[in-house]
């Protein structure tokens, strides 16, 4: 079993940051898979940004990229969210996945965090 929790949301103006975090624990190594999702009220969930085990690729929704940057830190069990240049309709409910699969931005991932609200107001 893999838990994650993540951690970081808030509220903020447009234009503003936020980085989320994503603890891991339980059986998770660092050849999983790690993924952001995001779900606004009334919309599907969706995904933002993957990462391989090693750390070396990373694929981004068209939506986030030049705007948002994943990374993983494999000694800390830890995922990471960097988001900058913040708009509203980055609003909703960031969720962190983890699989041993590469779903891509498919919520189709085994393990999933309680997540973190972020709220941008314009």
């Known amino acids: 079993q893999v838990q994650l929790v993540e951690s970081g949301g808030g509220s903020v103006q447009a234009g503003g940051s936020l980085r989320l975090s994503c603890a891991a624990s339980?059986?998770?190594?660092?050849?999983?898979?790690m993924a952001w999702f995001r779900q606004a009220p009334g919309k599907e969930r969706e995904g933002v940004a993957l990462?391989?085990?090693?750390?070396?690729?990373?694929f981004y929704a068209d939506s986030v990229k030049g705007r948002f940057t994943i990374s993983r830190d494999n000694a800390e069990n830890t995922l990471y969210l960097q988001m900058n240049s913040l708009k509203p309709e980055d609003t909703g409910m960031y969720y962190c996945?983890?699989?041993?699969?590469?779903?891509?931005?498919?919520?189709?991932?085994?393990?999933w965090g309680q997540g973190t609200q972020v709220t941008v107001s314009s």
């Open positions: 990462i391989a085990g090693a750390g070396r690729a990373t």
């Open positions: 996945a983890a699989d041993r699969i590469n779903y891509m931005l498919i919520p189709r991932y085994n393990y």
């Open positions: 339980g059986s998770t190594d660092s050849t999983y898979y």
